[in-house]
């Protein structure tokens, strides 16, 4: 999430611990992947295999799997109706790759028995989106000006609550990402996709990935907080 230094503010002492966090939860991820994406899968599949392969067993058959450029850009898109993966988990034969193809079927699972959290997030995502675009700009304007106009206050209130919308958003994707993993590993054991010596590999990728959603969650919050701080600092 963006934020701003406003110069000395003490109240920045608050991120310190969240962004610690969130760097390390990248490297985590990232150290993670590159190790298990060095361990081929037994079963020869790749990723958009071991995606299809989920989606057909669970009688779905109106979401195309897609390759996306990036790396770890992978996501699926309820709108689209598509699984988006990068060439290394698309064409990937890794635990890596079949552990993150997994996970992004385990959301096509959640839309397709109508999960109400991935619901809620979809919904709420152009809110959020539109808020933290706003939520900086105005509160900073209201800072500055708070003390010579009269809607300052106003400005960096509202400032808050835009940047309130992207903390929900947050916090509700939070269990749509830890159901998704869950359903993932779930297909992954129960069908014998992968063998069970393969099993702590590929939760180890999932649960790795988690916490940057994890990290993300608490950034956001600490910084909703800092706000709040800063905004009764000034009055």
């Not at 400032?159 to 992207?166: D, K, P």
């Amino acid at each position: 999430m963006p934020f701003f230094g406003f110069g000395l503010d003490p109240t920045f002492l608050l991120l310190l611990p969240a962004m610690a966090f969130a760097f390390w939860a990248q490297h985590k991820v990232r150290s993670t992947y590159e190790q298990f994406a060095q361990v081929p899968a037994s079963n020869g599949m790749t990723g958009r295999d071991m995606a299809r392969s989920i989606m057909m067993r669970n009688g779905i058959s109106n979401v195309t799997i897609e390759p996306i450029g990036g790396a770890l850009s992978d996501h699926y898109d309820p709108g689209a109706k598509q699984v988006r993966l990068s060439p290394d988990i698309f064409g990937g034969q890794s635990i890596a790759a079949i552990a993150v193809a997994a996970h992004e079927v385990g959301h096509v699972l959640q839309d397709h028995e109508g999960y109400f959290p991935l619901r809620m997030r979809s919904s709420f995502a152009p809110v959020a989106g539109f808020g933290s675009t706003l939520a900086m700009p105005l509160f900073f304007i209201g800072l500055l000006f708070g003390n010579r106009l009269a809607f300052g206050g106003v400005l960096m209130d509202l400032g808050i609550l835009f940047f309130a919308a992207a903390v929900i958003f947050h916090v509700v994707t939070l269990p749509v990402e830890f159901d998704a993993s869950r359903r993932a590993l779930a297909q992954l054991t129960s069908s014998g996709a992968v063998m069970p010596q393969e099993v702590a590999g590929a939760k180890k990728v999932l649960d790795a990935a988690a916490l940057t959603y994890v990290a993300a969650a608490a950034m956001a919050a600490l910084q909703l907080i800092r706000l709040l701080l800063i905004r009764d600092s000034r009055r």
